[in-house]
């Protein structure tokens, strides 16, 4: 790149964003110089059955030259392997042979596609467009399950994309062969008289811990794709710019627990739909996805949590539409290999579960309604891919239904709207510099929406929009500094009762009457903010050092489209370490680091910071222990009130251990336990977590990963209270009161693998939390640890739940009702999966669901799973076939 080039993305670094770019290959990695793989076109066609019998693969160059990237660095592997490629009009082939001195121990695993099992395996590597930063791998294993995905930011992987390819693995008394063909149609890649691509393989052997690369990323430094040899010899390609559309068929049966007199559940329900989704190339470097009315029915149900914060709760996205591809629209931290956070609560830009998220709107009183579970997705499109050589984009539109609640019980039946007809967009550019030293991004995110009940307009946004642009530059020629970053701004709009509530959000909490730079504004029907975060990072060689400073100004506000837990916040970092990644003769890696925080709101309240130390150990034999501590002074807190004025942070200690056996043995496991404490506030908290995995047989794999957590908490929020008597807090009473709150969960999975086409899975996770409140109290003064305590019997009768803060004075009293729960919850899915053809999928799904709670706040095991076991349980059935049409 130009030097003018440098400086002006210098200058835009001032409104640009993060990402992860490559550092340059280390010069003591294993690569030849001018190593090249050699492609051969053949003209015979070639039966995909694993056995590699065809004339054409001896008419192959083979590539063998391979090096260990594990357990030694560089070293020579144990066995030998033998990788040819050969290619005709219209598809790629790979057969790989993976000689092993001792065939009857090579592991081969059935699991279901895509799903992660320690098994022998062979993957292949392709970057097509040859831009050294994106691409594609295909997997076998030993077993013959098939694994894909995509690449970015140089290494990234992104197991969401499934292609349509056969591959087949065959076991022999030499070891093992993998046989693939890639069709052209399901890659973006150019034609041409004559093409260069970028590949790599990778085989793994489990028994020995052993990955072996053609080309590997040494330990103390970054960047993968961009290290990959080229692919020569293709010629003459023209690929077909295929249509592929998957049309689908389902049938659901819900049986769902009756209320007695609620008219809108019989008990049983039967439901059928139809949809379609379409993918497509347009040109050679971009794919476009279409769905019509898309079904969601084969995904797994989101676990139960029992929330008593301030903050929504976050879910990851699992419906394969919005999954696919998603990496594309990743923004801030592209760039550098890693972003440390410390306490940043670093927004998501774009959050893919608000499209057909349940409905908004607050309903009238009534005794019986129907809603819907979620607004119906009219239609979305997605494009995505590459413009040029440099510039990555990507596009989404969808549209939402008007979602409408019928309402019985008081009357005549009544129809309300809960979700008005929506509009969202995404868009994503981003342009790579020269040997990608630099590059800048931009996003735009828009919600927009139509009312037909005005009421609704009180209660959701109609317009949303926010823009920012993200960015790297490397400061050296071999890439070892990085500056990367973020700016950008939000703007809301919306009816004026909106607003008043979005400004009096846990995200903002302009109403805090002790705050200076924020003021609540009755009245205004827009909300803007803006944010920016930019990071220094070392990211080769033994040391390594991560800095950052980023702000989020107090109406900055992304969660219509995104995901934001709060704003008003200063943050900034400094972490530095080392890493031992020579083995020793017990240790393969280490490394250590250590590093300041600190947290600020824009009063100037320094609302966390600490000193944090940590460590991680892998061993030999794979093993592996990570260790923590941190330590963090006294604070001021700006949300424990919940909006009301401010109260501090007493001094506190962390400290928390991770430790795991070999995850590619027969039996695995892993415990994960930390906790924290607070000695002068009397408050702590701590957990549990330990883990199994068993692999019984080959093609049958089960975990075990129960969780219990304890927390004891001096100063819980319960609730506001209005009392002009209350001088000291500005006219309110804010009480507070200890928690005891102990939750024991856990997740239960099965994997049953009959053919790599055929698998079952069942997911399951019980839960159950209790929480009893105790010694009640109110915030003596602000700015303070300091509280009014309610004396039982005096100023608290625990019998009616009435308090009287003044005992006999003319405060008012008031009713805190019982706020002891015990919550109980089951939730879990089977589901059958069998790819009856490549592409084409049959469904067999059943969901359950059922909980109970009650007011008990004392935790019992015994009892609680009794009652859950005689609770109502919610059933769904589903049969899904999705039928693959390739034109």
């Known amino acids: 790149m130009r030097f003018p080039a440098k400086v002006a993305v210098l200058l835009c670094l001032t409104s640009v964003v993060p990402g992860r770019a490559l550092a340059a290959p280390a010069s003591g990695a294993p690569r030849p110089e001018g190593l090249a793989v050699h492609a051969t076109r053949i003209t015979s066609p070639i039966d995909v059955d694993g056995l590699l019998s065809e004339s054409a693969w001896s008419q192959a160059t083979p590539e063998t030259t391979f090096f260990d990237s594990d357990p030694y660095e560089g070293s020579s592997p144990s066995q030998r392997t033998e990788v040819r490629i050969v290619y005709d009009d219209a598809a790629i082939y790979i057969g790989a042979r993976m000689y092993d001195l001792a065939p009857d121990s090579v592991q081969a695993r059935l699991s279901r596609r895509d799903v992660s099992i320690a098994s022998d395996g062979f993957t292949v590597y392709l970057d097509p467009l040859r831009d050294k930063r994106s691409g594609y791998y295909f997997m076998l294993n030993a077993a013959g399950t098939q694994f894909d995905g995509t690449l970015a930011n140089d290494g990234a992987q992104d197991a969401s994309w499934d292609a349509v390819w056969p591959g087949r693995a065959h076991r022999d008394s030499t070891g093992w062969t993998a046989e693939m063909r890639i069709p052209f149609s399901q890659l973006r890649c150019q034609g041409g008289s004559k093409c260069t691509w970028g590949i790599n393989f990778r085989r793994s052997i489990p028994r020995r811990n052993e990955e072996a690369y053609l080309v590997y990323q040494p330990k103390d430094a970054s960047g993968f794709v961009s290290r990959f040899p080229e692919l020569v010899g ?86 394969p539409f919005f999954v696919e591809g998603s990496s594309i629209f990743n923004f801030g931290q592209e760039g550098a290999n890693s972003y440390w956070g410390f306490n940043w609560p670093q927004p998501r830009f774009f959050y893919s579960r608000r499209i057909g998220r349940a409905p908004q709107g607050s309903l009238a009183d009534s005794a019986y309604a129907d809603v819907p579970v979620g607004a119906s997705i009219l239609g979305a499109t997605k494009l995505i891919g590459k413009l040029g050589s440099s510039w990555n984009m990507g596009m989404l539109h969808a549209l939402t239904e008007r979602e409408t609640a019928t309402l019985a019980g008081n009357g005549p039946m009544v129809k309300q709207e809960a979700e008005p007809f929506a509009y969202y967009g995404v868009g994503r550019v981003q342009k790579e510099f020269k040997n990608r030293s630099a590059g800048l991004g931009l996003l735009t995110t828009t919600a927009q929406r139509s009312f037909d009940d005005p009421q609704l307009r009180d209660q959701v946004p109609s317009q949303s929009y926010t823009v920012g642009s993200d960015g790297w530059i490397f400061l050296d020629s071999k890439q070892k500094w990085v500056i990367s970053g973020y700016s950008a701004a939000s703007v809301v709009k919306g009816d004026a009762n909106y607003i008043d509530d979005l400004q009096q959000s846990s995200r903002h909490y302009f109403q805090r009457p002790d705050a200076d730079k924020v003021r609540f504004e009755p009245g205004r029907t827009t909300l803007s903010g803006t944010t920016a975060r930019y990071w220094l990072n070392k990211q080769s060689g033994n040391t390594f050092m991560n800095a950052a400073l980023g702000y989020m100004s107090p109406g900055f506000d992304v969660n219509d489209v995104g995901f934001q837990t709060r704003s008003d916040v200063i943050n900034a970092h400094w972490g530095y370490g080392y890493k031992w990644t020579k083995p020793t003769k017990h240790r393969k890696y280490q490394d250590a680091l250590a590093a300041l925080f600190a947290n600020y709101d824009f009063d100037g309240n320094p609302t966390w910071a600490g000193v944090f130390l940590q460590g991680s150990t892998e061993m030999l034999n794979a093993n592996s222990l990570n260790y923590r501590l941190a330590a963090n002074p006294r604070t001021v807190n700006v949300r424990r009130t919940r909006g009301g004025p401010t109260s501090y942070n007493l001094p506190g200690y962390e400290a928390g251990m991770y430790f795991d056996t070999n995850s590619k043995n027969k039996l695995f496991y892993f415990i994960d336990t930390g906790g924290y404490i607070q000695p002068t506030a ?206």
């Open 234 to 319: 293709l010629e003459n390609l023209r690929p077909a710019r295929s249509i592929e559309l998957l049309p689908y068929f389902t049938t659901k049966a819900s049986y769902l627990h009756r209320v007695p007199g609620d008219p809108f559940r019989s008990g049983s329900d039967y439901t059928p739909a139809t949809g379609a989704d379409l993918r497509m190339a347009v040109g050679s470097r971009l794919t476009l996805n279409a769905t019509v009315n898309p079904d969601f029915g084969q995904v797994e149900v989101d676990p139960a949590v029992v929330n008593l914060s301030d903050v929504e709760s976050f879910f990851s996205e699992k419906r």
């Open 682 to 887: 009397k408050s702590h908290n701590w957990y549990v977590s330990p883990g199994v995995q068993w692999k019984p047989s080959s093609n049958v794999f089960l975990s075990l990963e129960p969780t219990f957590e304890y927390v004891r908490e001096n100063a819980q929020y319960v609730t506001t209270v209005d009392d002009p008597l209350a001088t000291q807090t500005y006219g309110k009473r804010y009480v507070l009161a200890n928690l005891d709150q102990a939750t024991l969960s856990a997740s239960v999975r099965m994997n049953w693998a009959f053919t790599p086409h055929l698998s079952l899975q069942l997911y399951v996770q019980p839960l159950i939390s209790s929480g009893d409140y105790d010694d009640f109290k109110e915030l003596a003064r602000p700015h303070s640890y300091e509280f009014n305590a309610y004396r039982n019997g005096v100023e608290y009768n625990p019998q009616t739940g009435t308090i009287d803060p003044d005992g006999a004075g003319p405060a008012p009293a008031f009713s805190i009702g019982e706020p002891d729960f015990n919550f109980r919850s089951l939730r879990g899915n089977a589901v059958m999966r069998w790819e009856f053809r490549p592409g084409s999928t049959f469904y067999l799904v059943w969901t359950q669901t059922r909980s109970e709670e009650d007011d008990a706040g004392t935790f019992r095991f015994g009892p609680s799973i009794s009652n859950l076991a005689r609770a109502d349980a919610d059933n769904i059935f589903l049969a899904k076939v999705t039928y693959y049409l390739g034109f």
